[in-house]
C-alpha cells in the first residue's frame, strides 16, 4: 500500500506523518532517514490496526498541481 505523507524541514531535521492515519509519524536527521522510519512507521501503525480489528482505509488516489505564488 502507498500512503501520501507530508514531509516538513525542521530545525533539527524532518518530520512526516500520515493524513489517512493519524498518529502515524516519523523524524529523522535527513530525509532519506525520514523517509526509511515513515515506510516502516506505516508498516507497524497497519499493523496494529489489523490486530486491534480496526478497517485500514484504502490509500486515496492523489495528485499534485502547480499553483503560481
Same mark, same amino acid.
Given at each position: 500500500? /502507498?500512503?501520501?505523507?507530508?514531509?516538513?524541514?525542521? =530545525?533539527? @531535521?524532518?518530520? #512526516?506523518?500520515?493524513?489517512?492515519?493519524? @498518529?502515524?509519524? =516519523?523524524? @529523522?536527521?535527513?530525509?532519506?532517514?525520514?523517509? #526509511?522510519?515513515? #515506510?516502516? #512507521?506505516?508498516?507497524?501503525?497497519?499493523?496494529?490496526? /489489523?490486530?486491534?480489528?480496526?478497517?485500514i482505509p484504502?490509500?486515496?488516489?492523489?495528485?499534485?498541481?502547480?499553483? /503560481?505564488?
Amino acid at each position: 500500500m /502507498r500512503y501520501p505523507i507530508l514531509i516538513s524541514q525542521t =530545525a533539527t @531535521g524532518y518530520s #512526516a506523518s500520515v493524513p489517512d492515519l493519524p @498518529g502515524c509519524v =516519523a523524524v @529523522g536527521e535527513t530525509r532519506e532517514e525520514t523517509l #526509511a522510519l515513515m #515506510a516502516e #512507521a506505516i508498516e507497524v501503525h497497519l499493523q496494529g490496526m /489489523r490486530e486491534d480489528g480496526e478497517n485500514i482505509p484504502e490509500p486515496p488516489e492523489m495528485e499534485m498541481v502547480e499553483a /503560481r505564488a
